[in-house]
């Protein structure tokens, strides 16, 4: 009997968020196959709760329902850390039960734990979108690792491809294999500022440096 059993709820809540912080120090493993890049379970779910909404947004479904599905997706991984494609070859993991086991006296197990199981099943519109965002979030940074020249990224995006399964995930993946990972920030700004040397700052406001410090000098009289 886990001596856990005998705690508030308010404290086995304290507990489960104790242990959602865990998974910041989690890492996601498969990297250390494609020799480049990294990332944290915490990261990954993040982004793909924000792939989902997207998703979701897309296709029609409920929005909230997935981005849920997809917070909460490996929150397991907590316990068990994350297994990649090679490590599966090899081991198993009670997934469901270090899931109920974190959950347990917290008093949402009524409410996480049957999104474990539709995620699981993935029958629903929202678990398709679900499983979707959760690769996509894995082909984003595929898709920067292959920008940044490692060809064994480009490999991987093709399996990931094949896993998807709604035609919104598939439509999105295809936009991000067509699109530089750095042209929301590059291409942002007027061209003509990454021609100015050093992003000139000629046509910022003057600053009258002598009434800036007299203001200072002021301020420094009232406060004495």
Known sequence: ????????????????????????????????????????????????AVIGFVLAQMAGANKERTAMLCLFHDLHEARTGDFNYVNRIYNTSTRTQALADCLSGTGLGPELMPMWEELEETASVEAKLAQDADQLDLMLNLKEQSDLGNTYADKWLAAASQRLRTPEGQELARTVLETDHTDWWFLGPDQAWWERKNGSRTNLPKIDVDAAQAARDAEDEDGQ
């Not at 498969?30 to 793909?48: C, D, K």
């Open 1 to 48: 009997m886990s001596r856990l059993n005998s705690r508030s709820r308010i404290t086995r809540l304290v507990d489960f968020l104790n242990e959602c912080g865990m998974l910041r120090r989690t890492p996601r493993s498969g990297y250390q196959f494609l020799g480049t890049g990294q990332e944290n379970v915490a990261e990954h779910s993040f982004r793909t």
